[in-house]
């Protein structure tokens, strides 16, 4: 497997979200090291076989963010919700260790182009009160899902869909989402009648 993820209190890593980040867990990216060194995280150089690639996305205490939405392109009458990966990889030469007070890991939240919260993935999500971590090896990730409601989009307008890590501020990508405005199908032209010729008249013959 590509990533190994230990919980607390067999607290499930990628079931459970929240509706802020109130900044109240605990942020311990690598055991042992104290918080002067959690600005400086030397990052693991990047080979030709890493099996994640180059790093495309921004990078926190060592661990890259990637956030992808399926489908691809989004047809609103094709898709009543958008499923949303977060991952988190760990591109450096250090264990990182993110701590939680409870169930609450990561969120989905979808605004329009003004910053209106249209959904929010937490909303319907239970939380259990039981502390919980993640540990996240060197090269490998750790990878967090959730589904955003589309009711409030429109196609053609431009939207924000940010992915965070609950209670830490600094861990946030924002991407931007357009709705394809789909053309309604041509009607499909009826082959017109050929009238019959009146009584006591020939119909002409092709030569």
């Known amino acids: 497997m590509n990533f190994r993820v230990a919980v607390c209190a067999a607290s499930v890593v990628a079931l459970a979200g929240c ?4 900044g109240v ?11 002067k060194d959690q ?7 990047v080979n030709k076989t890493n099996p994640f690639g180059p790093i495309t996305g921004p990078v926190f205490y060592g661990l890259e963010m990637r956030v992808k939405v399926s489908p691809d392109v989004v047809k609103l009458s094709d898709a009543r919700s958008l499923e949303v990966h977060l991952q988190l990889i760990n591109r450096s030469k250090k264990e990182a260790n993110l701590v939680f007070n409870d169930s609450r890991k990561y969120d989905f939240i979808l605004r329009d182009i003004g910053g209106k919260k249209l959904a929010q993935w937490s909303d319907d999500q239970p939380v259990n009160q039981t502390p919980s971590y993640v540990i996240i090896n060197p090269g ?3 990878e967090f899902v ?5 009711r409030d989009m ?4 431009t939207y924000t869909l940010e992915a965070l890590v609950v209670g830490y501020d600094r861990m946030r990508q924002t991407i931007q989402l357009t709705p394809a405005i ?7 032209q009826r082959p017109s009648a050929t ?4 009584a006591g008249q020939r119909t002409p013959s092709a030569h």
Do not use: D, Q
């Open 25 to 35: 867990n605990r942020w311990i990216p690598f055991v042992g090291k104290g918080k």
């Open 182 to 188: 789909e053309r309604p199908a041509a009607a499909a």
């Open 146 to 150: 959730g589904n955003v409601s589309t």
């Open 154 to 157: 429109v196609a053609g307008r």
């Open 140 to 142: 490998e990730r750790a």
């Open 39 to 45: 600005s400086n995280t030397a990052i693991a150089k």
């Open 195 to 198: 009238r019959p010729a009146p």
């Open 19 to 22: 509706s802020s980040s109130s």
